[in-house]
């Protein structure tokens, strides 16, 4: 088995960057639940752990759905990538201006004075949650992300080979771009200024990422198992349809909480109950084509994303919206039951997504046919039992939470302190567990096609 287009071979730049982003996402995110039991465990505080640990869960997911799309764009054309210098550009780029914004994450950590103020702008963190990246380093990502979407756009139009597939992963990547500028404007009044950022933090997910899901779930179930294209084309514009139509309105959960009018909360709460509903679509469609398959050709790449399909939906959708209706979240909001969600909707969603996309196109950039899969399941096996006891402890702890300090109306830092010891304990050894899963993975990785006995095309 071997790639189509030698400028295929771009997506494993992005791919490794995105591997040794997720080793440092995870390592950081333990030593984050450690220091629930410790907090002087380490030199940085757990705020600037923290910001570590989401800033590079999305950089290393974006750069992931980058060398996915390098892949797919390519093939679905048929033709070679438009202009991969460019390509090649971009990826290092990107990578100097990540590495500056961790190196400049990590100096603010240590000694806060350094983050001053250049042209009105803090020149090492905004200090904006999840978007935390100085303007510099925003106006760098969407270079970048226009210079990509140009190489994609140019490759398309070069043989005017247009497919549905490739069509709904460029909206979504045209989404992707588009989502990300409204946290680049910033007001003095809270209220507008959360109106916009949810744009990003929200929209992001159900306004992009989930739309590209939709794109990539189809392929690689095409790869594996050969299933029709004009079957899952069709369900596919289905299923990103009603994630469209409930994400956006879906926003308007969070707005109530920011000071917005109230039907807010009635719209939001609506549309978020309705969420679930295109991610049951993509299980059931995951399902019903490989019940359908007589000719698996990659059968830990067709595991990993049927097991993408079903913790999208539990994670993003039923942990999503045991909690996000309006008589809930009331009281909710902004706990332990929130990261619970966040936990368990990205690995689901988005994690085990590239994830499956590197075992689906991996093999025929190293020119495989045939690979040790004992690895990839025991990774698999590793993060998500570790995963599933991770999320079941947190939500356990976000009840007590919402019981003592929403209800009760005991004192928050008291809370926070004291009142479950044993849940940031358990968190802390499954933390371990996932670590565990995730060296394995990224070894396997960088050994796929390596060993030997392997049969070479």
Not at 240 to 269: A, D
Not at 320 to 344: C, F, S
Not at 363 to 378: D, H, I, L, W
Request: proline share 2%; aromatic share 18%.
């Amino acid at each position: 088995m071997t790639i189509k287009y030698q400028s295929q071979k771009i997506a494993q730049y992005f791919y490794t960057f995105a591997i040794i982003l997720f080793a440092v996402q995870v390592l950081v995110g333990l030593v984050a639940a450690i220091q629930f039991l410790k907090p002087d465990i380490a030199i940085l505080s757990f705020a600037t752990i923290r910001t570590l640990h989401i800033n590079a869960l999305v950089v290393w997911l974006l750069a992931g759905l980058m060398g996915a799309t390098y892949y797919v764009v390519p093939e679905e054309s048929e033709t070679e990538l438009w202009n991969y210098p460019i390509a090649l550009f971009q990826f290092w780029a990107t990578v100097v201006a990540v590495t500056a914004v961790v190196v400049g994450y990590i100096v603010m950590g240590i000694f806060p004075q350094a983050n001053i103020s250049v042209l009105g702008t803090l020149v090492l963190n905004e200090g904006r949650e999840y978007i935390e990246a100085p303007r510099w380093a925003d106006v760098l990502i969407v270079v970048s992300v226009l210079l990509f979407l140009f190489n994609m756009f140019m490759t398309m139009l070069k043989t005017k080979k247009w497919t549905a597939i490739q069509g709904v992963l460029l909206t979504g990547l045209v989404f992707l771009a588009l989502m990300y500028l409204p946290g680049m404007f910033y007001s003095k009044n809270m209220v507008k200024d959360q109106f916009w950022w949810w744009w990003v933090i929200h929209l992001w997910v159900e306004g992009s990422w989930e739309v590209i899901a939709g794109a990539l779930l189809a392929f690689m179930l095409m790869k594996t198992i050969g299933a029709k294209r004009e079957v899952l084309e069709k369900w596919m514009y289905i299923e990103v349809g009603l994630v469209l139509f409930t994400g956006i309105l879906g926003t308007g959960h969070h707005y109530y909480f920011i000071g917005t009018p109230k039907y807010w909360w009635w719209v939001g709460g609506f549309f978020s109950s309705l969420e679930p509903v295109p991610l049951l679509l993509m299980v059931w469609d995951a399902f019903r084509t490989t019940r359908e398959a007589r000719n698996v050709t990659n059968k830990v790449g067709l595991f990993y994303t049927v097991a993408h399909a079903i913790f999208n939906f539990v994670g993003a959708g039923l942990w999503g919206v045991i909690h996000t209706l309006p008589q809930v979240n009331q009281w909710t909001h902004g706990t332990q039951i929130t990261t619970a969600h966040g936990h368990l909707a990205f690995y689901g969603a988005y994690v085990l997504l590239i994830m499956a996309m590197i075992y689906v196109t991996l093999p025929s950039m190293r020119g495989v046919k045939e690979f040790k899969t004992s690895r990839a399941y025991q990774a698999f096996w590793w993060m998500t039992i570790s995963m599933v006891f991770i999320v079941l402890t947190i939500t356990g702890a976000g009840m007590v939470q919402v019981y003592m300090e929403r209800l009760m109306g005991l004192d928050y830092v008291a809370v926070k302190a004291n009142y479950n010891l044993w849940f940031w304990i358990i968190r802390a050894i499954f933390g371990v567990g996932f670590l565990v899963g995730t060296l394995i993975f990224v070894y396997d990785y960088f050994r796929l096609g390596k060993d030997q006995g392997l049969q070479k095309t």
